[in-house]
């Protein structure tokens, strides 16, 4: 069982203030106090640090703070699986972005379920910056994402490497000779709202390249897939995705790849889980059976 102090420290921690935090918890902020001393007794290391009327965390409080969200998280995974035991049902609780979630998990959801028709399946879906949040609040057990996370925080496999790729309608008027990102400046471009693994992945190139989202002649932000390749398909401008988004319409002849010079992105699609957890043999069974395949540790 969990200790109960360790509660009060991630009270704290999300509220930098003893106060608050006894109103979350409904106790005094004199116990409080005491739990955290107990605590920095124990582990004998100083957890917080005043700046003025402020408090921070020390360095070894930050160490400490991922080790019990990853304790917390364990303990709540831990209580679940006890209570499948005794419903003799699995359970799967996870998170996934939005390209990986419409495009990547019908299949293997599908075939997980074949396996274990009597498992309860909630599939989150968020960005994610959205999702290690939900992590660490133990509100999700895993998620599979396409962006960017601390690896210092997360254990992590590669599920897939995927090629990301500029698409267009398959006789759509270029304004120029299209050989290099720049000159597809003149076109309009419909992509993915800020925050998106999408967006991100397409800025960061951008940037590579001294160039920047709003070069581009006209910008339109949406922040549906299934939305942004209608209007691809519509001719009404061109855009930048994972080829497993649009596979289908390429095979189809409805959208077609745009060939360029200086454009060869893949990026992965990468499941995840905090660091250190006890279930670690668990995730990587999970692992296996949702990718069909063996585990490639991401370092």
């Given at each position: ?35 955290i001393r107990?605590?920095?007794e124990?582990y ?6 005043h ?7 020390t ?6 703070l991922?080790?019990?969200?990853t ?5 709540l995974r ?5 209570a499948?035991?005794?419903?003799k ?18 299949g293997p959801?599908?075939?997980y ?11 989150l ?12 609040s133990?509100e999700?057990?895993?998620a ?13 496999l590669?599920?897939?490497?995927e090629r990301?790729i500029?698409?267009?309608?398959k006789d ?10 720049e ?9 993915r ?6 967006r991100e ?10 160039l920047?989202?709003?070069?581009f ?6 922040g ?7 209007l691809?398909g ?17 095979e189809?002849?409805l959208?077609a ?7 060869h992105i ?6 995840i ?25 991401v370092?």
């Amino acid at each position: 069982m969990l200790d109960f102090r360790i509660d009060t420290f991630l009270a704290v921690c999300a509220h930098m203030n003893y106060t608050k935090a006894a109103e979350e918890l409904n106790i005094t902020q004199p116990a409080v106090s005491q739990h955290i001393r107990y605590l920095e007794e124990t582990y004998r290391t100083r957890l917080f640090q005043h700046r003025g009327k402020k408090i921070e965390l020390t360095a070894a409080g930050r160490l400490f703070l991922s080790s019990a969200i990853t304790m917390k998280h364990d303990d709540l995974r831990l209580r679940e699986k006890l209570a499948e035991v005794s419903r003799k049902k699995n359970r799967l609780n996870f998170g996934v972005t939005l390209t990986i979630g419409e495009y990547v998990m019908p299949g293997p959801i599908a075939s997980y379920l074949q396996k274990y028709p009597d498992t309860a399946i909630r599939m989150l879906t968020a960005n994610t910056s959205e999702l290690l949040k939900r992590m660490n609040s133990s509100e999700i057990d895993f998620a599979l994402v396409e962006g960017y996370f601390p690896k210092e925080e997360y254990d992590s496999l590669v599920y897939s490497r995927e090629r990301y790729i500029g698409v267009c309608r398959k006789d759509y008027p270029f304004h120029k000779k299209v050989r290099r990102i720049e000159d597809l400046l003149p076109e309009r471009v419909i992509i993915r709202e800020p925050g998106s693994g999408t967006r991100e992945i397409w800025e960061n190139v951008l940037e590579s390249k001294n160039l920047g989202v709003h070069d581009f002649r006209n910008v339109v932000e949406i922040g549906n897939i299934n939305a942004i390749k209608q209007l691809v398909g519509d001719g009404l401008g061109i855009t930048f995705l994972y080829q497993a988004a649009v596979q289908k319409e390429l095979e189809e002849g409805l959208l077609a790849e745009i060939s360029l010079e200086d454009f060869h992105i893949t990026h992965d699609f990468t499941f995840i889980w905090r660091k250190n957890s006890i279930f670690a043999e668990d995730y990587h069974e999970l692992f296996e059976l949702l990718a069909g395949r063996d585990a490639v540790t991401v370092n």
